[in-house]
């Protein structure tokens, strides 16, 4: 058995916590969360973009009702970057506000907005998610 340099089990985490992070894109597009909660460490944190914390259960809730009330979602993830522990995830979302989302009131208009996302994976989980969204269009 060769031994790894620190450089290849670098890469190899990295890969590793694309896939963790893919895997959630893959099952929003599906309008399935079962891989978000999966991925979601015990004492996950959400950063929001208002400066709000919300805990695991209060994410997977919101999700939840994001999903349910948008069923036309989509996650294009356009570019994905990993370093460290880190996964940095830029991406399109689209959609029909059918529903209440968020706050808004549906008006059955299409939603084309920009997001990205930081995801920091501890242990194969994902620990914590900051939010910057590009709503100003």
Known sequence: MTSMTL????IEEMERNKE???RVYDGWNRGSIDEFKDALAADFKEHTRK?????RAACIAE????LKN????RFDVQEM???GDRVVVVQRF???MDREVRG???AGQKVDMREVDIYRIEGGKIAELWVFLNDAG
Do not use: L, Y
């Open 94 to 96: 689209t959609g029909t």
């Open 70 to 73: 948008m069923p036309d979602a």
């Open 20 to 22: 963790i992070v893919r």
């Open 51 to 55: 400066g709000d914390i919300r805990d």
């Open 7 to 10: 450089t290849e089990q670098g």
């Open 81 to 83: 970057i990993a370093e």
């Open 63 to 66: 999700t939840e009702r994001f």
């Open 104 to 106: 808004m009131e549906p």
